[in-house]
């Protein structure tokens, strides 16, 4: 049972968590913590929260979970905030998408690492944003990646653990250098070859014209370029050096398979085409639809 | 009106023009041709074809219009066996999705090309392939694009745009070359994209994980990858120049990305995000849904 949750941020992925810990009776109350008084008063009159305030040092005093759902380039900023306001048994996590630049940017605020500090990972999300967008169903069945660090207590990471279990989420529990490479791998790179592709296209002269030839398979393909500018500069910032090594194993890959094409060594290709076609048939029909 | 079509391949492609026509009741005799018998069986009793055959020159022979919808890497094989079998005013014209590579197949066949030999290639398609995926209203508000030669006449130009008309298709003109350029850029690049994005990750240690936690915007983004490894092989080698020349501009934008990556510099990859975003929100969005 949580007694005082405060969740910082007050959008879908903190919005959800909270509707769903209020839905399974396992929260006594909700303090929102954020900028825009619009968005708080809105979330009290959805019922997300019960009270808020702009201050994050207020709302984490009396609170013994606090949930961190702030940009990836904020996280450093609302750390500093939290410094000395912290209840010492305090449970903090946080929905962040690279870990190992939060645990940093903990560290380097407060000084330490708190062993109540479980860091997190929300698979889960919607297209739309926002707590108006927030429901309490968003992570049942969803995947929880739970990173602790070498202070986390095993108390608290069961803690937080068992919180994610009641909004029917399945947890996982990783190292921090392991979630930011799978990641990196399995989201981060691919939005940049979306971004890119569409940006180089865009590049290009008549690119209008080149546009309008583009097929369906180029729709799907480069959706998710049209995800947030500013999340993916501070995703790409917080895990430069993953998505660093990732973007290079990538290039080197693609300049053999510019070279194997201009060459025109068919066999070459059949064999790259028919390893992939196998990987994504055997691996990525098997899962149940996860909106990243 | 068409006395007598002739269409090579007899699958989706090729049927569902097939349908289109007769259902405009612009054709009197349709004859297939390809090599297995079933699903000529198959198209004989769906009625997409009157009657058919095994043998190139039969099938061309008498047909006063001629539609070539077999893969890239049959092209010439295809030519070859029409060789002193076509009708002086037959009107040649094909499905093929590179255009360079039919048109140097075709002169490499015959010794020339012939005045009515009209390049062309629909924009249009289903997941579903076969005969029996094939539809009289697959070509309705689809682009078609032609790319005469300097050989084609004006006549025959004008004969297969009114086809496609027939069809409820929208026929535009370009250069064999300026073809090649757009389909690299819109449709075979990302294709390579994708499959060299899975192959990448199935050849990393541990790749049934990272795969178990790839989330709903990879598989949107990799769906591509399960296309026919044997088409994909076919379009590489026969657009290798244009789509050579495409991977490069590509790679040099991607490392580009990746050292801004590395630096961490924020402001510029904020530039890129928007600069990607606002080219697809503005001329994806504008375009009416249209499968590759």
């Not at 702030?70 to 998408?97: C, E, N, Q, W, Y």
């Not at 050096?241 to 201009?262: C, H, N, P, V």
């Amino acid at each position: 049972m949580i007694r005082r949750l405060a969740i910082i941020g007050v959008g879908l992925i903190d919005g959800s968590l909270a509707r769903a810990l209020r839905q399974a009776g396992m929260v006594e109350e909700i303090i929102g913590c954020g900028r825009g008084k619009d968005n708080l008063d809105k979330a009290v009159e959805l019922g997300v929260i019960d009270r808020y305030t702009h201050d994050v040092a207020e709302a984490v005093k009396q609170a013994d979970v606090i949930f961190l759902a702030v940009p990836l380039g904020a996280m450093a900023d609302t750390f500093r905030a939290m410094k000395g306001h912290l209840a010492d048994d305090a449970i903090i996590t946080d929905g962040g998408s690279a870990k190992a630049s939060v645990i940093e940017d903990c560290r380097a605020a407060l000084g330490y690492l708190p062993s109540g500090f479980v860091p997190g990972h929300p698979i889960a999300g919607t297209e739309n944003s926002g707590v108006e967008a927030s429901f309490a169903t968003l992570y049942q069945h969803r995947r929880i990646i739970l990173t602790p660090t070498s202070e986390t207590s095993p108390e608290a990471l069961l803690r937080v653990e068992q919180i994610w279990q009641a909004c029917g989420a399945e947890v996982t529990r990783m190292s921090v250098e392991h979630h930011d490479e799978v990641l990196a791998a399995t989201s981060h790179l691919p939005h940049m070859l979306a971004f890119s592709l569409v940006d180089s296209l865009a590049r290009m002269k008549a690119n209008d014209e080149i546009f309008r030839y583009a097929a369906g398979g180029f729709r799907d393909f480069t959706r998710i370029a049209s995800s947030s500018p500013v999340m993916w500069r501070d995703i790409c910032v917080a895990n430069r050096k993953a998505l660093g090594e990732m973007m290079d194993r990538y290039i080197s890959e693609m300049t053999e398979l510019a070279d194997t094409i201009k060459r025109g060594d068919g066999d070459h290709l059949l064999e790259i085409f028919s390893r992939a076609k196998n990987a994504r048939d055997r691996y990525i029909d098997g899962i149940s639809d996860s909106p990243e």
